[in-house]
């Protein structure tokens, strides 16, 4: 599965572009966006037919329609406007649509009114629509915003400076990133819960190293093999080489290569040691698998964030309280679970989303 396409958002860059000159800017008057809004989701209709069946990772449409939400530790805001308006977007894979669910939900119990855009086919229309103004709201991952929007060719694997990095370029498309959550989702490689104590009690891709040879075998996606900041790189990281047969080699024979969504089972039935993973998906938690840690920092930070137009911002900058008070609480853990319910139970991300609000105390049932 490649993030950013029709799955657990993607590291993967979609075609490395520079973001967008503003369409209008960072001030414009909002009562002049509607018009620029409808122009963007038009053409993101036509390139991707919104709201389609992802029958690969469980997705279903998602319906505008989300449960009332009454007040909670989300209080409405104090002399909000009674037209005051929030436009909310998100990409169209399960984990954004929970979480664009999410914003929907708090910003009505903030008392906004709500025009749902959430389910956008692809991170292009979805950057459109931000940096044109056209909407107010969505949830982005750093790493994304770095590397396919900015264009940079690295990203950065420590979260803050990633996060830091992000938010000062993005302040010149008058777009504002607040405080990112915990959960980064990012490239991984997991091993089946019943073989960790088998591998010597395997908890970081450095104790790959310790195995023996025969030992160390791959399950990973086409994509993932041959990038530039892939597979041989990430072993060389690691001090192992690709195809080598010596001490520290990893024979080509020890490496399967497989369509996206069948490296989840195959790690899990034993085909592989270890998987290439995303680190929120809903899978490893249902098959019982162990992400190992990271430990060498070798893959980049994509840790996800509100990110709200600025203009939005300064007229309504209660909003910053709103979405800071829930970003602690999305870890990887907490996604994982969520996607989970979605990609593996079936439901509909707004019931899920609204669920978990409840669940936590940031709204209540109307």
Same mark, same amino acid.
């Given at each position: ?98 979480? $664009?669910?999410?914003?929907? =939900? ?10 749902? %855009?959430?389910? &956008? +086919?692809? *991170? ?105 900041? $892939?597979?041989?790189?990430? =072993? ?10 010596? %001490?520290?080699? &990893? +024979?080509? *024979? ?113």
């Amino acid at each position: 599965m490649t993030p950013d396409s029709p799955t657990p958002d993607s590291p993967t860059p979609d075609s490395p572009t520079r973001s967008s000159s503003r369409a209008d800017a960072a001030g414009a008057p909002r009562a002049s966006r509607p018009s620029v809004r409808r122009r963007v989701l038009t053409a993101a209709a036509v390139a991707g037919a919104s709201a389609l069946v992802l029958t690969g990772c469980g997705l279903q449409p998602a319906a505008s329609f989300v449960p009332g939400a009454a007040p909670g530790s989300i209080q409405r805001i104090d002399d909000l406007p009674d037209d005051a308006h929030l436009t909310v977007t998100s990409k169209n894979f399960t984990e954004q649509l929970v979480l $664009g669910k999410i914003a929907v =939900l708090a910003a009505k119990a903030a008392g906004f009114d709500v025009t749902d %855009e959430t389910n &956008v +086919p692809g *991170s292009v229309a979805v950057r459109e629509l931000m940096t044109s103004h056209g909407a107010d709201f969505t949830y982005e991952y750093t790493g994304t915003a770095w590397l396919t929007f900015m264009g940079h060719e690295q990203g950065i694997p420590d979260k803050t400076e990633q996060w830091q990095a992000v938010k000062q370029e993005d302040a010149g498309n008058g777009l504002t990133w607040l405080e990112p959550a915990p959960m980064n989702n990012t490239y991984a490689f997991a091993v089946r819960d019943e073989a960790v104590s088998e591998l010597g009690d395997v908890q970081t891709l450095s104790d790959i190293t310790k195995l023996p040879l025969d030992q160390r075998t791959f399950c990973v996606e086409s994509e993932f093999n041959s990038r530039a900041d $892939g597979f041989k790189p990430m =072993l060389e990281k690691y001090g192992l080489e690709l195809g080598g047969s010596g %001490e520290n080699g &990893v +024979p080509t *024979s020890n490496v399967s290569i497989l369509d996206t969504g069948t490296v989840y089972t195959a790690t899990d039935r034993g085909k592989c040691n270890f998987g290439e993973v995303f680190t929120t998906d809903g899978r490893i938690k249902s098959l019982g698998l162990t992400v190992l840690e990271d430990d060498r920092g070798f893959f980049p930070a994509y840790n996800v964030a509100p990110v709200i137009d600025s203009a939005t911002l300064r007229e309504y900058p209660q909003l910053r309280d709103v979405y800071d008070q829930i970003s602690p609480k999305l870890t990887d853990a907490v996604l994982q679970e969520l996607n989970r319910q979605v990609d593996v139970e079936g439901r509909e991300p707004a019931d899920v989303a609204f669920d978990w609000m409840v669940r936590e105390g940031f709204i209540t049932e109307p």
